[in-house]
């Protein structure tokens, strides 16, 4: 497929009547891994590739090195790969207008962008809006119409009381989705009836973060969800059986842990 043709299979792909299943990767052979499993497009983490470059989560990873990484995974699949950039690598529209440029460049067909400032501050909702037109506007001229994901951390910030976050979310995920977003993306929710509110009340498919306690897959799809991600889990889940692995090793000096959660195919056969 073309990049265009990912980009519109990508975008086609939110429309159902299947749930957008993505398992987040950050290099090459776990991207290649999971699309051999089937995947129908994959999905970057952006915590994931930084922790892997050896940085820590929050925009420590610069532009750059970000895309460079997403072009080497969207080389070597063939599936449409959405990349996770952040919060645009800067505040300003701008700033999301080059990140947007930059996916395109790396062969890409979806992007991430959240509104989180820092950890517990989220972006002016205007100037969200703005970023969000910017990167749009910025990948069409650029030739690939990409399919923006934009998050919002009204919950996973804990921003204002309670009772007012659902509100909040679907206001700021409404604004996005005029501006230009393919996708909705309310990651900390995670009991049903919130998630179900939030899917309603919502005009465009909405993406929610696999985690401990959320409703399985199939439930999410019966709630009307259209994305269901890992975002770093995957990679958390990796370094858990490594730390397994080590920990076996270096105690009773045995192979079980290995032995049982090792890939056994000849992993250059999955790297083309």
């Known amino acids: 497929m073309s ?3 990912k980009a519109d299979a990508l975008r086609r792909l939110h429309d159902g009547p299947r749930v957008l299943v993505l398992a987040n990767v950050w290099d090459v052979v776990s991207a290649r891994i999971v699309e051999l499993t089937g995947a129908s497009a994959i999905a970057t983490s952006s915590a994931a590739v930084a922790w892997a470059m050896g940085y820590p989560d929050g925009q420590r990873i610069s532009r750059d090195e970000m895309a460079t990484v ?3 995974i969207a080389r070597r699949v063939a599936v449409p790969v959405t990349a996770d950039m952040e919060a645009g690598y800067g505040p300003r529209p701008e700033d999301a207008a080059a990140t947007a440029r930059a996916v395109v460049l790396a062969g890409a067909v979806g992007m991430n962008l959240e509104d989180a400032a820092d950890d517990t501050d ?3 909702q205007t100037l969200q809006v703005e970023r969000v037109r910017a990167a749009r506007e910025a990948a069409e001229s650029a030739g690939v119409p990409i399919v923006i994901n ?3 951390d009204v919950f996973l910030a804990q921003v204002g009381d309670p ?3 659902v509100a909040h979310a679907v206001r700021r995920l409404n604004a996005y989705r005029e501006a230009g977003a393919g996708c909705l993306f309310c990651p900390g929710v995670t009991d049903a009836a919130t998630i179900a509110t939030l899917v309603r009340e ?3 498919p909405v993406n929610i973060l696999a985690s401990a306690g959320a409703p399985n897959v199939a439930e999410l799809e019966r709630l009307g969800v259209r994305r269901v991600s890992l975002g770093a889990r995957l990679m958390r889940g990796t370094l ?3 730390r397994q692995i080590a920990t076996e090793l270096d105690g009773p000096g045995t192979y079980d842990v290995l032995t049982s959660l090792a890939v056994t195919d000849d992993i ?5």
């Open 3 to 5: 990049q265009l043709q």
């Open 70 to 72: 997403v072009a080497r």
């Open 122 to 124: 989220l972006l002016d």
């Open 150 to 152: 934009a998050r919002t």
């Open 163 to 165: 009772p007012t976050r």
């Open 202 to 204: 919502i005009n465009g």
């Open 240 to 242: 858990g059986a490594v």
């Open 268 to 272: 250059n056969r999955l790297l083309p």
